[in-house]
């Protein structure tokens, strides 16, 4: 029997394929980053390289879901636009409701939740995309949470998503992070990791601080490409010098 047919469907040895299947699309996926510091998230994403008319405006991986709560994503952009409109829904639904604003974890779980509805009945797809979610909990402090396909949902410190290079990103960030980052040093580490990933610096990387209250931020192009060049200066007076007898 072939077990990746039907999504409800088990294999012998506990695997739901298509659900693998979509955690496949996501590494296919452009790289995101996310860290947290002291008073900020900061979330960095790689835009691969645009078609030469194409306007930059319209591709956009950071999203505002709410006044809270800004969203990166990797994966199936098309998959993101419906979850993402999915999301924006429920959370004014709730202002509604409630008279208040989601909190960035109520929103992760309603993520999750639909993400894990969509692999468990027939005549449905799981959703292509795995999510970072940034803002502050009512204490005001930063929080971090990502979404899977599978429908799960965990608050980190740092984390990474999509890309081949994630394991080894993630044990960059392990070695980096440090608790009580201020936003500088945050913005630093992200952009530090996509460099591993991307090939033309600056122009190829979408990095937004999330602040207080969950303003959004997007940095420009020439302040990201200030932060590269440092990145690199640093790491050429860092290389070993090639001593005479090496020539």
């Known amino acids: 029997m072939s077990y990746d047919r039907a999504i409800t469907v088990f294999s012998p040895d506990g695997h739901l394929f ?6 496949e699309a996501v590494r296919r996926g452009s790289t995101a980053v996310g860290v947290r510091g002291k008073d900020c998230v900061v979330l960095a994403v790689e835009r691969r390289a645009l078609a030469k008319l194409q306007d930059p405006r319209t591709i956009r991986k950071i999203v505002s879901v709410d006044e809270r709560s800004v ?3 990797a994966g199936l952009t098309a998959d993101a636009r419906v979850l993402i409109n999915k999301t924006r829904v429920e959370a ?4 509604l409701t409630c008279e208040d604003a989601p909190s960035v974890e109520y929103l992760a779980r309603y993520i999750a939740q639909t993400q894990q509805r969509y692999t468990q009945r027939g005549g449905v797809r799981p959703f292509g995309i795995a999510t970072l979610l940034a803002g502050f909990s009512e204490e005001g402090k930063p929080v971090l949470y990502q979404t ?4 799960t949902h965990s608050e980190w410190k740092a984390q990474v998503i999509g890309g081949r290079n994630a394991k080894s990103l993630r044990e960059f960030l392990e070695k980096n992070w ?3 980052l201020e936003e500088e040093k945050a913005v630093r580490i992200g952009v530090q990791a996509l460099l591993e990933v991307v090939d033309s610096g600056a122009k190829n990387m979408e990095i937004c601080v999330v602040r207080p209250g969950g303003a959004k931020s997007i940095m420009e192009e020439k302040d990201v490409d200030a932060i590269v060049k440092e990145i690199e200066a ?3 007076e860092g290389k070993p010098k090639a001593s005479p007898a090496d020539e």
């Open 234 to 236: 640093e790491a050429e």
């Open 148 to 151: 899977d396909p599978a429908g």
């Open 18 to 23: 298509q659900v693998e299947y979509a955690m």
């Open 92 to 95: 004014q639904s709730y202002r």
């Open 178 to 180: 440090e608790e009580g």
């Open 71 to 73: 969203l990166a994503f």
